[in-house]
Structures are given as structure tokens and as C-alpha cells.
């Protein structure tokens, strides 16, 4: 079988902090600018996209994409704590609306990483007020928002931080990260800055869990009737020698949040590659194989594996809310996309309900502590003049969308 179901959803998607740029109430622009810095240079203006959005959405549609994922920013809707930005809420239903303009369907992700200032500066995700905090945020957006809403996620990627703890290939400079992060307390003018990259899994779990179903409840509410599900990193997790520990980590890092997304209207994967388990934990790629900018191994068949254990473990709805290669060179994400699909496919042949494949990302954008470097985009941006190029990977994913089969020719180059 080559065909994908009637109404599947394709899209792309960004978020707010990678591409919107200029997003100074946030506690990454006070981390990315505090010495010393876990990040390799600070967003700035990134591509510009909270004014450049409606060319963006316009772009997409042209491509033959009917879906676009973006996130709400929590600092700008929120600037300082119980001040709501009324211009800011009308900013996001002129993003929607644009969405509608375009025959768009729009997926909003509530939380993607970034949170305020104020909120870090009281200790983030790490108190138990936090969940007030975000369910206000979400109340207020889903009253100003929700008649345009057609798919919502509350937390992006929670399970993050667990993941962090295990993954090898990423050395952590934690003397770099108390330092960054005493400099950042300091200049929010507080004791403490709590930023979700960089809290501790186990507290953040045991708040953001709880938070995900209240969160869920008030979107729920109205108005709009609207899915609302939660995103998970998902990594095609390959037991290595007898006594590996894979089925351990799958225990941490997915299990938790793969029973809250169960008990929800949808399940997100997001899937980029695969891991190694050994007896010691991770692995690390193999010498020798493909690696992609962001150093972990070229993989597209992860995502077959991750949407098969994610259905094993949550009987709801699939969207891939997720799943891209950051390469130079555009023919491997075209070659990444194919294999990805191919793996969809099977999946479908099998009954597994996924609904939608939604490509991450829309834009060259701010690749969080490694900046710009890494290109994940279907679509380059000139970041001095802002001039988008769509490149052949975007044309063959627009193919794919509006035949909805992965067709026999690769786009010219
Ligand atoms: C995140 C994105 C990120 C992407 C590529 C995901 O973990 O949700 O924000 O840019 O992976 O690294």
C-alpha cells in the first residue's frame, strides 16, 4: 500500500522561540545573553516570523501543506505575571485566522520549551505553583483563541529533561550551567532561575503530569471543540548484549507521559533517531555511520519503531507532531522524508491509527543552545535580509501532501 487515508494531515512546524524572534520576556533570552552561556550565539531576531508569519503560512499552503504546527508564547501573552497582553492574544488570532485564510488547519502547542522571565525567576517548572501559573495562561488563551483552534498540544517534548539524563552523545558542561544559571538569577533579580531544559526531571515530571490534565480540562472548556493532546520525544531505543538497560530507560523516560497522553484526545510523536542501549546505558552511535548536524546517528527508520511502541502504549490517535534531519546537504532530507514515510506506511498497512505527518521544521531556525547552525528547514531563511528559498525537499514534501502517496520521481534539483 502506497496511499496515505482520506483527510491525513501534512504540515510543518515551527515555534515561537526558534523562529519568532526578539522574544525578550522569555528566560531563554535572559540565559542566552548572560556570560558565561550554554548557547552558541543569542536568537535575536530569528527569522523574523511574528511579522513575517502571514508570507510563512502563505508559503506553506503554496507548497500543498494543509497543516501548520506553531507554538503560543507564553512571554508575550504573559509579560509580567498577572498582566495578560491583549495585543499579544490579537496577534495570535491574526496567525490563526491566517491558517483559515489559507485552508490550513492549525495545531497550537502551548508550551515549547520557552517559558517567561518572571516565571524562571520563580523557580520555573520546579514549584507547585507553577501549575496555576500555566492553566491561568492557557484559560486566558483559550478564551481569546479557542473558536480557531482546531488542534492543541499543552506541553512540547515534557519528557526532555529525562531523556537528557541518559543520552551520551551530549556532554553537559554542568560547572558552565550553575554558573549560566546563577548569572541569569542574578540579573531576573532573584535567587533562583528555574528554565525547563535544566530542571530536575524526577520534580519536573511530578508537577508538569498533573499540570498536562488541568491544562487539558480548561482548553476543553471552550469555546472551540478541539483535540487536545500532549507531544513526546520519542527515540527508537535498540537493545544492545544480553543485559541492556533499554527496557528500563523506556520505563523512565516514555512510560509517564505516554499514560498521560493516553488519557488525552491524541498522542505526538516526535522522532529524529535512534539510540544504542548497552548494559551501561546509552551507547552512542557506531563508528563510521551517517551522522546528522546534530551529531546522533541519520536514522529515518526511527520513526516506523517509535509510532509502533508509542501505539503499544497509548490506544489514541498518532499525529507526528515531529520529525526532521538537520543536514547541509537537502537530498539527505529528502532521502530522510522517504524512508520516514515509507515507515508510516507500515504502520498504516497494520491499522495503526496515525493521522497526520507533520515535518519539523518549516524554517532554517534557532537550533535552542546550538543556534543557527544546524538546518532543519524545508525552507532556507537569509537571516540579514530575511529572504526565504524553498528547497527541493519542501517541493517533494508538497508532492507527497497533494497526491497524499509518496510518488516514484525525487523533485529536480
Ligand atoms: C524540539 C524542537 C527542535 C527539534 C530538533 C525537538 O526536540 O521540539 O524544538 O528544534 O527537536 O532538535
Not at 99 to 112: A, D, K, S, Y
Request: glycine share 8%.
Amino acid at each position: 500500500m502506497n496511499v496515505f487515508p482520506p483527510g491525513f494531515l501534512w504540515g510543518a512546524a515551527t515555534a515561537a522561540h526558534q523562529v519568532e524572534g526578539d522574544n525578550l520576556n522569555s528566560d531563554l533570552w535572559v540565559l542566552e545573553h548572560v556570560q558565561p552561556t550554554l548557547f552558541a550565539e543569542p536568537s535575536l531576531g530569528a527569522c523574523d516570523h511574528y511579522h513575517r508569519y502571514a508570507e510563512d503560512i502563505r508559503l506553506l499552503a503554496r507548497l500543498g501543506l494543509n497543516s501548520y504546527r506553531f507554538s503560543i508564547e507564553w512571554a508575550r501573552i504573559e509579560p509580567e505575571r498577572n498582566y495578560f497582553s491583549l495585543p499579544a492574544l490579537e496577534h495570535y488570532r491574526r496567525m490563526l485566522a491566517a491558517c483559515r485564510e489559507n485552508g490550513v488547519t492549525p495545531m497550537v502547542t502551548f508550551h515549547h520549551f520557552s517559558s517567561p522571565r518572571w516565571f524562571a525567576a520563580l523557580g520555573g517548572w520546579e514549584r507547585a505553583t507553577a501549575a496555576d501559573f500555566f492553566v491561568r495562561y492557557c484559560e486566558r488563551c483559550a478564551k481569546h483563541l479557542g473558536d480557531l483552534i482546531d488542534f492543541a498540544i499543552t506541553f512540547n517534548e515534557p519528557n526532555l529533561p529525562m531523556l537528557l539524563r541518559w543520552l551520551k552523545y551530549i556532554d553537559i558542561p554542568y560547572t558552565t550551567v550553575r554558573q549560566m544559571t546563577k548569572q541569569a538569577a542574578r540579573a531576573a533579580g532573584s535567587d533562583r532561575f528555574g528554565c525547563f531544559f535544566l530542571g530536575d526531571a524526577r520534580k519536573l515530571e511530578d508537577i508538569m503530569i498533573p499540570t498536562h490534565r488541568r491544562a487539558r480540562a480548561v482548553l476543553k472548556s471552550g469555546p472551540g471543540d478541539y483535540p487536545v493532546g500532549v507531544s513526546v520525544a520519542l527515540q527508537d531505543e535498540q537493545a544492545v548484549g544480553p543485559r541492556s538497560q533499554r527496557d528500563r530507560k523506556c520505563t523512565e523516560v516514555y512510560e509517564p507521559w505516554l499514560a498521560a497522553a493516553a488519557e488525552s484526545d491524541f498522542l505526538g510523536v516526535q522522532s529524529y533517531t535512534r539510540c544504542r542501549v548497552g548494559k551501561n546505558g546509552d551507547l552512542g552511535p557506531e563508528p563510521g555511520v551517517e551522522r546528522t548536524q546534530m551529531g546522533y546517528e541519520f536514522w529515518p527508520e526511527a520513526l516506523e519503531a517509535c509510532v509502533r511502541y508509542a501505539s503499544s502504549k497509548a490506544a489514541v490517535p498518532i499525529y507526528i507532531t515531529e520529525n526532521g534531519v538537520s543536514s547541509a546537504d537537502d537530498s539527505r532530507r529528502i532521502e530522510y522524508i522517504r524512508r520516514a514515510l515509507t515507515g508510516v506506511l507500515g504502520c498504516l498497512a497494520e491499522e495503526i491509527d496515525v493521522r497526520g505527518y507533520i515535518h519539523w521544521s518549516l524554517l532554517d531556525n534557532f537550533e535552542w543552545v546550538m543556534g543557527y547552525r544546524p538546518q532543519f528547514g524545508l525552507v532556507a531563511v537569509d537571516r540579514e535580509s530575511q529572504q526565504r528559498s524553498v528547497k527541493p525537499s519542501a517541493h517533494y514534501l508538497g508532492e507527497i501532501a497533494r497526491r497524499n502517496r509518496i510518488p516514484d520521481f525525487l523533485p529536480a534539483r
